[in-house]
């Protein structure tokens, strides 16, 4: 009996100590204008897409189950040409914890629109990073190699390199008559997959990648040791976004970094002294003018 509970706690330590990187929630929900699929088919997507992010194993570190990056995938079907083909807006939220506390802040919040795909009930997804096998397989893949590159730059400096790599190669092997139907893989777009990953990976853009690091290992970890340190090491981390702004003007890497981390800037910035507060709204006002309403509140302090 005493070697069956070791060999016990020796097998659940095994699997505890290698936790798979991703604890997603996803959800999949319909326009009410839809009536040709069998609404069965979008729990088995549901399920399918969550088992398929959380139950690989994306890297080769171990993960603690603390450690596993949390989000949120919020799929809106908002067409169904077949019973087996869908248009849908997904819109991705990835979420890092941070050191000693229990708080976490957002790395990616963002809404992909009108991606077409085929699923048929049960449809298992392709794990392969390679080869092209099917719009949604190399999305959700796309992603969660973006979402791996962003939370390993903010624990070390450019320690995203590899998945980011990946991404942009799965953008890469995407053919030619589908970054025609779907845009988003279009290079073209503005906003697509293809231009967010080509400006993240840009010499122009680097110094951005090495702002997040600080912004996040230098800065928010360091919080519960000493605020205003932490708080003066995020201010010089916004400023190195500001030099990236000025150098390669509306970046979409610059854009997707303040919709994920602006309404978190102003609630830990609210309460500094009337300098601090001077410094980092006339900052984030040169970055992201469109959002001067939210940035007015640190003004009224």
């Known amino acids: 009996m005493r070697k069956i ?8 330590f095994q699997f505890g100590s290698n936790a798979q990187e991703f604890d997603f929630n996803v959800k999949v929900s319909t326009s009410p204008t839809l009536n040709k699929a069998d609404p069965r088919i979008f729990k088995s997507l549901e399920r399918s897409i969550t088992e398929f992010i959380n139950n690989n194993k994306w890297t080769t570190d171990q993960f603690e189950t603390e450690e596993r990056i949390q989000g949120n995938i919020q799929i809106t079907i908002v067409d169904d040409p077949s019973n087996t083909s869908f248009v849908a807006d997904i819109l991705i939220q990835s979420i890092r914890p941070v050191f000693n506390s ?16 085929d699923y048929v009930e049960l449809q298992p997804l392709e794990n392969n990073i390679n080869d092209f096998k099917d719009n949604l397989s190399s999305v959700l893949l796309y992603y969660i190699h973006y979402i791996l590159g962003l939370d390993y730059d ?16 799965i953008t890469s092997a995407v053919p030619a008559n589908i970054t025609n139907s779907d845009k988003g893989w279009n290079i073209s777009n503005d906003v697509s997959r293809a231009k967010m990953i080509e400006t993240l990976l840009s010499p122009r853009t680097r110094k951005l990648r090495e702002a997040s690091y600080t912004y996040h290992r230098m800065g928010l970890d360091e919080s519960g040791n000493d605020f205003g340190k932490a708080k003066a090491t995020m201010l010089s981390a916004i400023k190195d976004v500001q030099t990236v702004n000025a150098a390669a003007p509306n970046s979409l890497a610059v854009q997707m970094f303040m919709d994920s981390k602006r309404k978190e800037i102003v609630d830990i910035f609210i309460q500094s002294d009337r300098g601090q507060i001077a410094q980092i709204y006339n900052v984030l006002i040169e970055i992201d003018p469109s959002q001067s309403t939210l940035y007015s509140q640190l003004k009224s302090r």
Do not use: H
């Open 102 to 117: 229990d708080y976490s802040t957002q790395l990616l919040n963002f809404q992909d629109k009108g991606i077409s795909f």
């Open 5 to 12: 509970i070791i060999l016990i706690l020796i097998i659940g």
């Open 154 to 169: 903010s624990f070390s400096p450019l320690g995203g390199e590899k998945y980011f790599q990946i991404a942009q190669n």
